[in-house]
């Protein structure tokens, strides 16, 4: 995954059931033409949700094994990012298995898993994929005691596999939360027991860990009299480029090592805000949503109320106008969803602008 610059966001708006297919909107403007801009205050973030198993290293992988292995229990996500660098194909996978005595069933609340040449783009189809399933809970499985379920895409060389898959493990008898293993892995070979596959050395700068939630619960709110305004989701969480806003990350932990972890960027994380437009200037106007990366360059996804925007190739001048709507007298609140694309490099900002309306 490219490294995270300074912040990185997809917008992903108002998710509901129903989706119509994705596409894109709106043209592409360079970034100095929103400037100046009000930085917004920053909102306090709420950690929300189940554990997200996070892989991302080793990123590029020349060999057969796992990637990263941890217990789950109850509701968790997986997010993978995982470039096969071998001569040979391969498929990348993740598999979960049952390590209680007693039968798992196991049900999917949303996956999304794409291949692609392009890091970028195999990181904004998975998401974009997700979308498409995410709240609908559906059986995937039922898992007797040691056997496994696989979520699995074949990876020839040169290829990149991205995925973000959430489940909820329950026992057969009460419904009650179940413990599975779970293991991102690849093979040539299906194996008979993915728990036991041995745990490939990290590469690093990338991490791999387990964090305890994987969602984030926000509320931001803009008035029109602000004029052009912007808010930086997804910054860095350290160093030069830091800009995180209060509660938005989490220290992990690596169960293979023991060491703390930063999901720097947050990938797999989604963060549930409450936007609410505020329109204090007579007339009613017309708002326009602009998404730039400032400080890297990437594919990005979008979900605005029932569709799910997707955007061209973004680079840091470019601001990307995914959408634009009229607010009347009062206020209007707006349910969004944000989260980073696997291989997209930060950072960006979501900017706010607004015009009178024209008849």
Known sequence: MIKLKAL???ALIGVMT???A???EGTVVPVADLKPALKLDKPVLTPISGKLIFSDDPEPFTEPGAFYRDAAEGEFRVF???QNQGVLPS???VAITNASRETVRLLSNGQGVATSQYVTEAGQNSLAAFLKTYGRTKPVARLAPGESYFLDAPTGPGMTTSGLAQFYAATQRGNDPAEVRVTVLNYGEKPEHPEQVEVLPAR???VRGTFPHFDRLGTLTYHTSMGNAYLPIDSAASGKWKDDMPG???T???AVDGKEVVNNGNYGVLYHWTFDFINDDLGPKTINMYLNPPGGYGNYTLQWKHEILNSGWLKFTDAWNFKSFTLGAGEREIKVRTSLVGGSAGAQNLYFTNEPKHR
């Open 252 to 254: 992990g932990w690596n």
């Open 91 to 93: 498929t990348v996978a």
């Open 80 to 82: 993978w990012h995982h």
């Open 8 to 10: 990185s966001i997809v």
């Open 248 to 250: 938005e990350y989490e």
């Open 22 to 24: 994705a596409s894109a």
């Open 18 to 20: 129903g989706m119509t």
């Open 204 to 206: 690093g700068p990338q």
